[in-house]
């Protein structure tokens, strides 16, 4: 069965920050990997989707890459924003199924 | 397209009631998909639909649950009866086939329900 783990669970950084968010998986044989975002009280909404084919996909201030072989993946965002603020979620696709991370919960203050 | 559409978004009742959730998956959508939210276990798969037949309910967890999709358009996840430690938040996502390419995944904004 695979497992999605993201680390850490809460990040707080000031306004304008880099940052990188992660995301790791124990079983390789994905078919993809997508990154959502969660704001409170709301459902999830997919921000990137990486092809078990592809190393990386970008949107605007957020890169999202894959590493397969060794089970990791990673969010950049660029310059962010006090709208970034959110719970950001992996998750990855194999054996008919997505495998949810139980997220990073972003705070960037202004 | 209005996206996944839930109902309700909050649902209050007693122990031992029926709760039916219902949801309206984006149009031309043929994969279906049930969550359940908590702080304590995330978000769990509990039930999905492809072309409206249930193809993987292991996820649900006692026989109190029930889920349907009568037709492409609509489907209906119940509980009954319902206990307190069904409260949380169940969310309905839809996809187009094959959800393992580059179909993303949709969410609806998820039924709050609480049972006292």
């Known amino acids: 069965k695979q497992e999605v783990t993201q680390i850490p669970a809460a990040l707080s950084v000031p306004e304008g920050e880099n940052l990188v968010l992660n995301c790791s998986f124990t079983?390789?044989?994905?078919?993809?990997l997508q990154w959502f975002r969660q704001d409170p009280g709301k459902g999830l909404t997919s921000l990137l989707l990486?092809?078990?084919?592809?190393r990386e996909q970008t949107s605007g201030r957020l890169n999202a890459s894959l590493d397969k072989s060794s089970g990791r993946s990673t969010l950049y965002i660029a310059a962010s924003q006090p709208g970034d603020s959110a719970t950001y979620l992996c998750?990855?696709?194999?054996?008919?199924?997505?495998?949810f991370g139980s997220g990073t919960k972003l705070n960037v203050k202004p | 397209d209005a996206g996944v559409i839930q109902s309700p978004r909050h649902e209050v009742t007693e122990m031992g009631q029926e709760v039916t959730l219902r949801c309206k998956p984006i149009?031309?959508?043929?994969?279906l998909f049930w969550y359940r939210q908590t702080m304590m276990r995330g978000l769990e798969l509990l039930i999905y639909?492809?072309?409206?037949?249930?193809?993987?309910d292991s996820g649900m967890p006692e026989d109190r649950f029930s889920a349907k999709m009568p037709n492409a358009s609509f489907s209906t996840l119940k509980i009954q009866p319902s206990e307190p430690r069904d409260s949380a938040v169940y969310f309905c996502?839809?996809?187009?086939?094959?959800?393992?390419?580059?179909?993303?995944?949709?969410f609806g904004s998820g039924t709050q329900l609480s049972v006292l």
């Open positions: 079983d390789s044989a994905i078919y993809n």
């Open positions: 996502a839809s996809s187009l086939t094959p959800p393992a390419t580059n179909e993303k995944l949709f």
């Open positions: 990486i092809q078990s084919s592809q």
């Open positions: 998750a990855a696709y194999n054996f008919n199924k997505f495998y």
């Open positions: 639909f492809n072309n409206n037949v249930p193809i993987d």
């Open positions: 149009s031309g959508h043929d994969y």
